[in-house]
């Protein structure tokens, strides 16, 4: 009993002593050597007393960091037991500088020089993934802030800031760099689309995804911000008479909703290039050091000579037309030191959605380049500046909660972060396409240029007639390339079938779009606007409004 007191308080000199005394009274007292005894009995006062002094505080122990790790050392451990180690996906490599981040962490990877580049490291991002039991988009992978080729950055996410919507909060174009803010990405740096470099000349633009990726948004976003800009002026084109973002209609500078307007738009734009170009060759102006220089080499906008932005949505059926796909890349080519640019909206950014033109492609591939979820599982080698370290098609198109994920995407232009942005999302674009503000205009000069075409769009939008071919399919000439003209007799002969086919798909529907019918029967979309108002003059079809058609028994039969 005496023992188990003893013990049960923690006072081992006092449980000691009481074994002694135990062992003492076994062996009996007289056959206990007199020193023991005395040992004995002096150990469990003495135990007792010396276990109840206060005892000096210990520092508390070090709190334990929370999450998939718990020291830095560990993020070490794992990468050298399953990347760096050959036969890993980065054999010889190493983390440097790992730091705390909000919604993870970040590091450096240093790769061996002379046998891995930054290459190397943007396609291992899948094993990277499994070697921290994590999600493929929860790791990031991009080139080191410096271009080293022996050098990449890791962003491991453990919570991704991106699932929520991030809003538009107002315009920030900033006039002293040529940029405006379109989104965040996810180690919460801002993405950036830029309009124009300084002392340089303007930027072209490709924004690619699949339906309900986010493209609408970002148009939404940059029309805002070339509106309220006072130094660029927008022209939207949309052969899909403006479905996606509808608001901007009324707002645009020009909109031209059908592939007859649309290229009588581009065929202004290159008339302002010309006239810009003639212009700008005689102009004389002083440089910073005061010397008198004749001709200007590069364009940067002001009030008085504004940035002539052309955005075109669902651009494969734009430049599937010659003359069209011709001027797209003469913008691209020559448009950025004359103040002239082009952004083309494509759900893939393939060779054949950018009508097979090599030079529209090459233009593309240096300039603002934003990749949504896509359709296409070779979206990530398709014409881009480089390789992206996630492939668009694997964006999710939900949330695990069910929530959309449009908006998601990357910004993959040339010298470009490569990591997953969410792009601002304008919550009341039609507040910004109306809101007062002073909007810039083109110079008198260039409204000149552009001809009556420009003048009176918003007419022809009104009746019907921007769907109407007028003239020639080119009406400026181009010295370096002459255009196939198709002969009289081809067209004729083309016209037959689709009269037929058009007046009999007529009889069977109620209403029907021009670009329905179109798509449907297999027919060019000029050469059933044209039958249609050929069948309107006989008598045969009504349009019920623009683009909109009936055969013209059954909007009798009607009235």
């Not at 102009?283 to 220089?293: E, F, K, N």
């Amino acid at each position: 009993m005496l023992i188990r007191y003893c013990y049960a308080r923690r006072r081992p000199l006092a449980t000691i002593g009481a074994a002694l005394l135990l062992c003492a009274a076994g062996l009996m007292i007289d056959r206990t050597p007199p020193g023991a005894l005395a040992v004995a009995l002096l150990a469990i006062p003495l135990g007792t007393v010396v276990w109840a002094r206060p005892r000096r505080a210990e520092p508390p122990a070090p709190a334990v960091p929370t999450g998939i790790w718990t020291t830095y050392d560990d993020r070490s451990a794992v990468w050298d037991e399953r990347v760096g180690v050959q036969g890993g996906a980065l054999p010889g490599s190493q983390l440097l500088a790992i730091t705390g981040e909000t919604a993870g962490w970040s590091a450096t990877i240093a790769l061996p020089p002379g046998q891995l580049t930054t290459g190397h490291a943007l396609a291992a991002t899948d094993r990277i993934a499994s070697a921290y039991s994590v999600s493929a988009g929860s790791i990031v992978v991009e080139p080191a802030l410096g271009a080293e080729q022996n050098r990449a950055r890791l962003l491991v996410l453990t919570t991704n800031p991106l699932r929520a919507i991030q809003p538009f909060t107002g315009p920030r174009l900033d006039h002293a760099s040529g940029r405006l803010p379109i989104g965040t990405h996810a180690d919460g740096t801002t993405a950036w689309w830029r309009l124009w470099t300084p002392g340089s000349g303007v930027c072209h633009g490709l924004i690619a995804g699949t339906t309900g990726s986010g493209k609408s948004g970002l148009v939404n976003l940059l029309c805002t911000e070339i509106r309220v800009s006072g130094v660029a002026v927008l022209w939207l084109a949309d052969p899909e008479q403006g479905e996606s973002v509808p608001d901007w209609q009324d707002a645009a500078d020009w909109f031209a909703g059908t592939i007859p307007e649309i290229r009588r738009m581009l065929q202004a734009a290159e008339r302002i290039m010309n006239g810009r170009k003639r212009r700008r060759a005689r102009q004389t102006w002083i440089d910073d050091l005061g010397r008198i220089r004749r001709g200007r080499g590069h364009f940067d906008p002001t009030p008085g000579e504004p940035q002539l932005n052309v955005i075109i949505d669902e651009s494969p059926d734009v430049l599937a037309d010659p003359e069209c796909r011709r001027i797209v890349a003469l913008i691209g080519k020559k448009g950025r030191k004359l103040g002239v640019s082009v952004t083309v909206i494509a759900q893939v950014p393939s060779l054949a959605e950018l009508g097979g033109d090599l030079t529209i492609r090459s233009m593309l591939s240096s300039t603002n380049i934003v990749m949504f979820r896509t359709s296409d599982k070779l979206s990530k080698q398709m014409g881009l500046p480089q390789d992206l370290p996630v492939n668009p098609a694997n964006l999710p198109e939900a949330w695990p909660d069910g929530t959309s994920t449009a908006g998601l995407g990357y910004v993959a232009s040339a010298g470009g972060r490569l990591s997953p942005v969410r792009v601002h999302y304008v919550q009341d674009p039609y507040y910004w396409a109306t809101a007062p503000v002073e909007v810039a205009a083109l110079e008198p000069t260039a409204v000149q240029d552009a001809g009556a075409a420009f003048a009176t769009w918003r007419d022809r939008r009104g009746t019907g007639q921007d769907e109407l071919e007028d003239g020639p399919l080119r009406s400026v000439p181009d010295p370096n390339q002459e255009p196939e003209r198709e002969p009289e007799s081809a067209r004729e002969s083309e016209r037959a079938p689709a009269h037929d086919a058009i007046l009999t798909a007529l009889t069977r529907r109620e209403r029907v779009h021009t670009g329905v019918l179109a798509a449907e029967l297999d027919i060019p979309l000029p050469t059933a606007s044209q039958t249609l108002h050929r069948l309107e003059r006989q008598g045969l079809a009504h349009q019920v409004r623009p683009g909109i058609w009936t055969h013209a028994a059954r909007s009798a039969s009607a009235g």
